[in-house]
């Protein structure tokens, strides 16, 4: 009988100590003994007695390919045995993560580019676009006159509608690690950017600020909700949120009530392009290579996280 599993249980009756068979739980049925250097590990059962028998379990032996050795990776529990099955160990282990959550990954940590798109079509305006002064919505005006044009303005709007749809199916296929709130904010988000690029500045700008609203209410608050969410998992990265997300509340207030100022192309920017960073920042946590990620717990309060 295997020591690895702790000690016999000892039960007491009427001053009579009585000592069990050990049966081990089913979560630590398996163990893993580090093979030769071919990269594979055995996954094997253990020998044990069963209740009220004089037989030993069935062994059962499967080959397991792994990245590294498992003393390098979780260290040495039970010596060199890991109670944990070959799927939840690879998984946690490694960071082998589901299409899905490499899919909503990539969506998000692609959305940056957002800027070098903005910058391209600027480079092609006439009669001079300022990123400080200059809005980004009239970078995707359709109509030209002689004081100012943008002709490439099909890619500004195409670009509002590509980058909202990666941001909302991104954040639909993070939802486990994002949380439900995050999600909601950010799908809304989403569909406001392709909103916005359905109805261009010039075309009716009462309906491109409709549209557009939703975009700078609910991106400040997901990074601020996405923060207090990964408190207790990656502080460093949730108080970077955390300050992005004041500073973008604060940037789009600003830009709101600034009109058509000197600084509105600065301020809208502010509140835009921060939302883009911390998100691809987030995304590529979920990328890691040492397989943390983070999901929801199943305890009552309904909010709080586990590293796995």
């Not at 830009?255 to 939302?275: H, I, K, M, N, T």
Request: with cysteine; charged share 15%.
């Amino acid at each position: 009988m295997s020591a690895g599993f702790g000690a016999a249980v000892v039960v007491a009756r009427t001053r009579r100590v009585k000592t069990l068979p050990q049966v081990p739980p089913r979560r630590h049925r398996f163990r893993y003994e580090q093979r030769a250097s071919d990269g594979t590990a055995r996954e094997s059962g253990p020998r044990h007695l069963l209740p009220g028998r004089h037989s030993t379990a069935t062994h059962v032996t499967a080959r397991v390919p792994f990245a590294q050795p498992l003393s390098d990776t979780l260290g040495t529990v039970y010596g060199d045995r890991v109670p944990l099955t070959a799927r939840r160990w690879l998984r946690e282990s490694f960071g082998v993560r589901s299409g899905a959550v490499r899919w909503g990954a990539v969506a998000l940590l692609v959305r940056p580019l957002y800027i070098a798109t903005e910058y391209v079509v600027a480079a092609a305006t006439t009669g001079g676009y300022s990123f400080v002064s200059d809005s980004v919505s009239r970078l995707g005006e359709v109509g030209c006159t002689a004081a100012y044009c943008s002709p490439r303005h099909e890619l500004m709007n195409g670009s509002f509608i590509v980058f909202g749809v990666l941001l909302a199916v991104g954040a639909l296929l993070l939802r486990r690690s994002l949380g439900p709130w995050v999600t909601g904010l950010l799908v809304i988000s989403g569909m406001s950017s392709t909103a916005t690029g359905l109805a261009p500045l010039d075309q009716d700008a009462t309906l491109h600020a409709i549209a557009a609203t939703p975009l700078f209410v609910a991106q400040p608050v997901a990074l601020i909700v996405l923060g207090a969410r990964l408190r207790g998992v990656r502080p460093r990265m949730a108080g970077a949120l955390l300050v992005a997300g004041v500073v973008t509340a604060s940037a789009a207030a600003a830009f709101v009530l600034s009109g058509d100022g000197s600084a509105a192309g600065a301020l809208e920017r502010l509140a835009l392009w921060p939302v883009l960073i911390g998100l691809a920042a987030f995304a590529w946590t979920q990328l890691d290579p040492d397989g943390r990620s983070v999901q929801r717990s199943s305890s009552a309060d309904g909010g709080a996280l586990t590293t796995r």
